[in-house]
């Protein structure tokens, strides 16, 4: 039965109800019956005794013979349910009606006519015999204006209709319990309802979401707890979709770039094999251009290898102290050739003054050249490319500006996902230069940033802690 989140979502709403309101409702008739009802009833005929008690006192006879007393008695009339007792100064018994439980002679005894001796006006509640209905005993004194005690006003009442008045409002009380409970039952299962099914339909989506193709997602509605589980839901599948992407762009960028390395390289053999080895200025050309494959063939394979440790282990350091000024020139005279052979503007500012920091060299090389091969790589002949160094508030500041076409605001926030090029599909690269430049960056405690507007080439700043 409590097998489903509706089942105890619904046995818990109702439960509380089930154990507190019956208990609750019991007690509070419980309670105005004792505190409210029976005292309201006992000053009533306290009132009633005490007038009795005064007639009484016109006629002191009736307190010793008991036929004035039931004289007396009978000409006052007294409806029932209140039955009028007359007791002479010791609790004998002078008069009763006729169906008083006790005959006149009998004596008034126990703690409430001990309590009545003191002077003091006293009731009780009790159950008499076999009765099974409370009786209400009330005692009155009655003494002269000397102060002799003459006698004692006994009223009994028998209370059917104040308990049967009580067990129609524990009806009442019981009655309303089972119509509350009713609603509550059909209000707590209309949320119960309006919950599980949410969760029903995640739960569905979730066993047919496709494992390949476009994202599945749902509306985000319900409470917040479901909109947050269907948000996550969303989420999964959007990455999960972006890593397929991820994964087609690789292999899509594996194929392209190893295909056109090695079919340079097939190519360059086959001319040697053709007759181009007797040729000595040919034959070297040939070799060095096949060394230059070779080279990018193992970039390439080192970029993967990198990302495959970067998922596996945080990217290892070899710090040691690095003079900037000295090797940022040797680097720019390198990036500067490269520059001329593709008929590009270099410029480079770069202070006299840079500080030493405690960089690993070569992963520093790595990720300043991946920036440096963009600029270079997107930035049209006659264009310029600038290499420019400064120190601002502790921190190094390595810029590369280039005036290529920049980056398209849709590619902006991708820039930096694995194997993504957006706009540059048909490049050489596989999508890895970006993506390993912030990573050895953010390990060295630096960051990676980018600004860049269409048409009008893009800067990218890496910045470095002196500290």
Known sequence: MLGTFRSRLLVSMLLPFLLVAPILG???????????????????????????????????????DPGAAQAFLQALAIRRPTQVLLLDASG??????????????????????????????????????????????????VTSDQGTRLGYVRLLRRLPDVTEGFRQVRHLVLGTLGIGLALSGLFGWILVQSLGRPLQQVARA???????????????????????LIWTFNRL??????????????LRSTVHEFGRLIGALQAALHALQGGAIEAPDLRQELLQGMSRVTGELARLLEDMAQIYRHTTAPLSLHRRPLALGP?????????????????LHWREEIPPDLPTLQVDPE????????????????TPAGGWVTLRTEVRNREVWIQVQDTGPGIPPEDMQRLFEPFYRGSQEGRPGLGLGLFLARIIVESHGGRLEVESRAGEGSCFTLILPLG
């Open 26 to 64: 019991l007690a509070l008739t419980e309670l105005v019956e004792e505190r409210v009802l029976l005292p309201s009833l006992a000053q009533e005929m306290e009132d009633q005794g005490i007038l009795i008690a005064r007639l009484g006192l016109v006629r002191p006879e009736i307190w010793t």
């Open 92 to 141: 004998r018994l002078l008069a009763a009606p006729e169906e008083a439980p006790s005959a006149p002679g009998s004596s008034a005894g126990g703690p409430l006519f001990e309590r009545a001796r003191q002077g003091e006006i006293v009731w009780q509640a009790t159950l008499r015999g076999t009765d099974p209905d409370v009786v209400l005993d009330v005692l009155v004194p």
């Open 206 to 228: 979730m066993a047919e979401a496709p494992l390949e193709g476009p994202a599945v997602t749902l509306p985000e509605s319900g409470p917040q707890e479901v909109r947050r």
């Open 237 to 250: 599948q959007i990455r999960r979709a972006e890593l397929e992407e991820a994964r087609r762009l690789l």
């Open 327 to 343: 090797w940022l020139r040797e680097h720019a005279a390198l990036w500067a050739g490269m520059a001329q052979e593709r008929a």
């Open 363 to 378: 992963r520093l090389a790595q990720a300043l050249g991946n920036l440096v091969d963009n600029a270079l790589k997107f």
